[in-house]
Nanobody, 126 residues
Framework: QVQLVESGGGLVQPGGSLRLSCAAS????????IGWFRQAPGKEREVVSC????????TYSDSVKGRFTISRDNAKNTVYLQMNSLKPEDTGVYFC???????????????????WGKGTLVTVSS
C-alpha cells in the first residue's frame, strides 16, 4: 500500500523542540521531492520546507528559516523535520507530501503535490 505516515507531534512549550517523522511505504522516497506543509487553525495550508528529488537541496519558508531542518534517511525511507525554538505561531497540523514531477512544493502550491499523509498535530503553548 502506497502511503505516508507522520509522527512526532505533540504539545510543547515555546522555545522547545520537536522532531517529526514521515515514513513512506510502498515506494522509494529518493525519487520524489518531499515537502512539509502545515495548516494553522483558520488558515490555508502552506509549505514549510522542501527537499529536492535530484540533489537533496532544501528550501524553507521565511518564518521557519534557521529554526527548522529537513532531512532524509534513504535507508529508513523516512523524512524528518527537526523543529527548534518553537513559537506559538508554529501551531498547526503538519503534513508531509511527495511530488514526483514539477515544482509545486517550492512554489507553495499544495494542490500540485501527489501523495499526502494524514498529518500530525503540533501545539506550541505555555
Amino acid at each position: 500500500q502506497v502511503q505516508l505516515v507522520e509522527s512526532g507531534g505533540g504539545l510543547v512549550q515555546p522555545g522547545g523542540s520537536l522532531r517529526l517523522s514521515c515514513a513512506a511505504s510502498g515506494f522509494t522516497l529518493d525519487r520524489y521531492t518531499i515537502g512539509w506543509f502545515r495548516q494553522a487553525p483558520g488558515k490555508e495550508r502552506e509549505v514549510v520546507s522542501c527537499m529536492g528529488r535530484s540533489d537533496g537541496s532544501t528550501t524553507y519558508s521565511d518564518s521557519v528559516k534557521g529554526r527548522f531542518t529537513i532531512s532524509r534517511d534513504n535507508a529508513k525511507n523516512t523524512v524528518y523535520l527537526q523543529m527548534n525554538s518553537l513559537k506559538p505561531e508554529d501551531t498547526g497540523v503538519y503534513f508531509c507530501a511527495t511530488e514526483r514531477y514539477g515544482s509545486s512544493c517550492v512554489f507553495n502550491r499544495p494542490d500540485g503535490m501527489d501523495l499526502w499523509g494524514k498529518g500530525t498535530l503540533v501545539t506550541v503553548s505555555s
